[in-house]
């Protein structure tokens, strides 16, 4: 298993969250690594996606491909 270090990570929510405290928190590393984090447990666990996968995950979100929860 490989690690990404988080330490020059600078966390951020969704504008949409509306200060909400049960959201996903997103940080761009220079690493080409978009790591996704729950905001409830900032020190938890950690996903990390290649920018790639990230910014097709968000496209189909955006244009409706994935099914609503």
């Known amino acids: 298993m490989n690690t990404v270090d988080l330490t020059e990570a600078v966390w951020f ?3 949409r969250s509306n200060g909400q405290s049960a959201c996903v928190e997103v940080a761009f590393l220079n690493s080409g690594i978009i790591p996704v984090r729950d905001s409830k447990d900032p020190e938890g666990p ?3 996606f290649p920018t790639d996968a990230w910014a097709s995950f968000v496209t189909a979100i955006k244009t409706g491909e ?3 929860a």
């Open 46 to 48: 950690a996903l990390a």
């Open 66 to 68: 994935l099914p609503d």
């Open 13 to 15: 929510k969704s504008t």
